[in-house]
């Protein structure tokens, strides 16, 4: 690479691609594994949601709890359902200082540790300031494992596949909601029960954090850190075919060779820089890729998904559901429903695409937010509205924003970047969560349920313009094309 000659970034120079690759050679059963361990993190991150909504009403009995702490107040009960929230915050933050560093596979290993840690200190706390210090660390290996396993997938997969695989972690964080809602429904009514709801947790992030470490570190980012000088060039691309021979099979012997050099055509055209500064992720092509992606995690989250998340329970109550045990079955209905649109739209978005998926999906949003404001404002004596609404709302956004918001922020970003302006994104998503779900309650109460579904509805009906003139169609290119031709 002595006597290359390199572009400057932001140059008007196009890279080195001319819009031909190789054919990906690829052995599907070989492929699931380096899919499978990161998606493990998703697993984790929404077995949290499931089993948090029971462990509150374990760890509030005072027959049950088994603690002598079980009287909490209202910001006590916040915390609690909120630390691994607040958690995942800081893991974003740290997941943008060093994720270059440590590289997606290290990264995914560390999140894997701080979930057993976070895990097993929740599980044994003696009071509630441990308690609520086991949920932070648990939350900064969700903030690590959601910003590292969808780069991980998308650098790793098959092109043909990648939309997929990268939509089935959004099904595991959906199967571990399911899996939280059907386990903390069984311990709910076991003394300290709580206690086995976030223990479950534990054997998982074993099994994760050792696939991990069986898995190889991701190709491009063994290339990148190369050209950017951290290492030899020629042995890290022997490093990156070995590599992503055992990603994809030998199968894929014949094709490696060409993929790596293609990934380090691209890498050539943007030089042997150091680290990304952060004043270079808002420029140019990178500005684009911030644009495109936190703007689809936001709409994701300000379109009401946490409210409907975290409050589906009341709305089925208000809707005509008033036992408790109703709502909770309703509750595990729900992330039934959700599993199984989700799987509708992995099976399709390699076939139809993102954009028409977003744009379907989105519009269904829309109508279903109307819906459920007409139920609070106008149709308050026919609760089927309401359901109907509901129903409507979970299964396009589990076909749209759910699955499309996670894979577009693992592909738009340019490799250079990617760990930077994904760990952007990822902050812009848990910051935007965190913002709805406690804005909710206190807007609710001043304006009204409807008004707030209608508000809801509006911002909607914006982000489906923003869809329609601003998000690309990345079917069928390869991350490098992504960046050369929709940037």
């Excluded at 060409?258 to 004043?279: H, M, N, P, W």
């Excluded at 409807?450 to 601003?470: H, P, R």
Aim: with cysteine; aromatic share 12%; proline share 4%.
């Amino acid at each position: 690479m002595e006597g290359s000659s390199f572009g400057e970034v932001g140059s008007a120079r196009e890279p080195l691609l001319v819009g031909v690759h190789d054919s990906e050679s690829y052995s599907v059963s070989a492929a699931i594994l380096p899919f499978l361990f990161p998606a493990f993190g998703g697993l984790l991150y929404g077995y949290d949601i499931g089993a948090t909504s029971c462990a509150t009403i374990s760890i509030e009995s005072s027959t049950l709890s088994g603690i002598s702490w079980y009287n909490l107040s209202s910001v006590e009960i916040g915390l609690l359902t909120s630390g691994s929230l607040y958690g995942a915050l800081i893991g974003s933050v740290l997941a943008f200082n060093v994720a270059d560093f440590l590289g997606r596979r290290r990264e995914l290993i560390l999140a894997a540790l701080l979930y057993f840690v976070g895990a097993l200190v929740t599980t044994f706390a003696p009071d509630f300031p441990v308690l609520v210090l086991g949920r932070l660390i648990y939350g900064i290996g969700i903030g690590l494992a959601m910003h590292a396993a969808p780069m991980y997938i998308a650098e790793t997969a098959p092109t043909p596949i990648r939309g997929q695989l990268i939509s089935l972690k959004e099904f595991f964080i959906v199967l571990g909601m399911l899996a939280g809602y059907v386990i903390g429904s069984l311990f709910v009514v076991t003394v300290a029960g709580w206690r086995y709801m976030y223990g479950v947790s534990s054997p998982i992030a074993i099994i994760m954090g050792l696939g991990m470490w069986w898995l190889p570190a991701s190709p491009r980012w063994l290339l990148l850190r190369a050209i950017q000088g951290k290492g030899d060039v020629q042995n890290s691309k022997e490093i990156a075919i070995r590599s992503l021979c055992q990603l994809r099979g030998q199968a894929s012997g014949d094709s490696a060779h060409g993929q790596v050099d293609e990934i380090l055509a691209e890498l050539s055209y943007i030089g042997r820089e150091k680290e990304a500064t952060f004043g270079e992720l808002f420029q140019g092509k990178c500005l684009k890729a911030l644009w495109i992606g936190a703007g689809l995690v936001l709409f994701q989250q300000i379109t009401g998904q946490p409210s409907v998340l975290y409050y589906a329970a009341s709305i089925f109550q208000s809707a005509g559901f008033s036992g408790a045990s109703d709502a909770t079955r309703v509750s595990i209905l729900l992330g039934a429903f959700k599993l199984i649109m989700t799987g509708v739209a992995v099976l399709i978005v390699d076939k139809l695409g993102r954009r028409p998926l977003l744009l379907g999906g989105v519009s269904g949003i829309v109508i279903s937010l109307f819906l459920m404001g007409s139920y609070y404002v106008f149709l308050d004596n026919s609760p089927v509205i309401a359901v109907v609404g509901l129903l409507l709302y979970v299964g396009c956004y589990q076909i749209s924003f759910g699955p499309i918001g996670w894979l577009m922020i693992a592909e738009i970003f340019p490799l250079r970047l990617r760990g930077r302006g994904l760990g952007i994104a990822v902050l812009v998503n848990f910051g935007a969560n965190a913002l709805v779900t406690f804005a909710f309650s206190p807007l609710e109460e001043l304006l009204g349920a409807g008004i707030l579904f209608y508000i809801f509805c509006v911002i909607a009906v914006a982000s489906l313009a923003f869809i329609y003139f601003v998000v690309p169609e990345t079917k069928g290119l390869t991350l490098e094309e992504i960046e050369a031709k929709c940037l």
